[in-house]
């Protein structure tokens, strides 16, 4: 909720459906025996809202900030693909944080056996060096709004940019040639192996996620999952330290209820060695001893 405040009066509400977050399941159940509900209450919404009302459904395939790299379970795709499907909506897939590499596959969608009709990409595309984003849309798609006698309409200001172009060709070239989407996989099991034991951390309530998108998730008690207040600034006082310490997290806050909730995401380049892993994990543990004595 606090990214949408300062926007709010601009913006227009979409239908949404709850994100596949085991965690924080919001049917209060436990996976497999869920049943994998929040994938169908796509369909009941679609119902709901009367099947030729929804032309598309977006979703991240895997969780950015907002749920902390929180990874649906490995049928939920399939199931909102074949849902789709029947009701002829569109499925957008967000891989603007997830592609290029940053789960251990080109797209978080391989994960998953997933073909979306539209995915949409950015960030690591050029590694950073230079905005660019990209539109990949299925041929029967773009064939359909031909044959009505219109264009795909995807030529702006600052679209086809050749230095932008230029410096994605050279990212995905040095990816390739470096296997850096293999080594995501690789470094990504040993980050997570060295995170796990956080656990052990009476603030620690959560780690997940693929590759090298981990999301670590802090609650004030673990029993029932009890979030910290958000006047307590949890996600706030550990980023500084971590700054002080010279390792930059990516915080996010609202997650538990839209208010209140801590996390960080630990996403670090595809480049990164064992060496640095360990160097990361070590200065977390010191960083939440420090957070145990920290007075709010």
Not at 22 to 35: I, T, V
Not at 39 to 52: D, N
Not at 57 to 67: D, P, R
Not at 246 to 252: F, V
């Amino acid at each position: 909720e606090h990214y949408k405040d300062i926007f709010r009066h601009l913006l227009k509400e979409s239908p949404k459906i709850p994100a596949p977050y085991c965690y924080r399941c919001f049917c209060e159940e436990e996976y497999p025996s869920c049943g994998v509900k929040c994938a169908y209450t796509l369909e009941k919404e679609i119902l709901k809202l009367g099947k030729g009302n929804i032309s598309a459904f977006m979703t991240e395939v895997i969780g950015g900030a907002s749920t902390g790299a929180a990874v649906p379970p490995s049928e939920y795709f399939q199931i909102v693909r074949n849902i789709c499907d029947k009701y002829e909506v569109i499925l957008i897939a967000d891989e603007v944080m997830t592609g290029a590499g940053r789960t251990g596959k080109w797209l978080a969608c391989h994960h998953f056996d997933l073909e979306p009709d539209i995915i949409v990409m950015g960030k690591g595309l050029t590694g950073g060096y230079f905005p660019l984003s990209a539109l990949a849309v299925r041929k029967n798609i773009v064939d359909s709004i031909h044959r009505n006698g219109k264009n795909f309409l995807h030529a702006q200001t600052y679209s086809h940019h050749p230095i932008g172009c230029a410096a994605g060709l050279a990212t995905l070239n040095y990816i390739k040639k470096n296997n850096l989407v293999d080594k995501s996989s690789e470094m990504g099991d040993k980050l997570l192996k060295e995170l796990l034991p956080l656990l052990g951390h009476p603030h620690v309530g959560d780690i997940r996620g693929k590759g090298l998108l981990v999301g670590i998730e802090f609650v004030k008690e673990k029993q029932g999952k009890l979030p910290f207040s958000r006047k307590e600034k949890y996600a706030e006082h550990l980023i500084s330290k971590a700054m002080e310490k010279g390792l930059i997290l990516w915080p996010n806050i609202g997650h538990a209820d839209g208010i209140n909730g801590d996390l960080v995401l630990v996403a670090p380049p595809l480049i990164i060695t064992q060496k640095e892993i360990s160097q990361i994990v070590d200065k977390l543990k010191e960083i939440l001893l420090e957070m145990e004595k920290f007075e709010y």
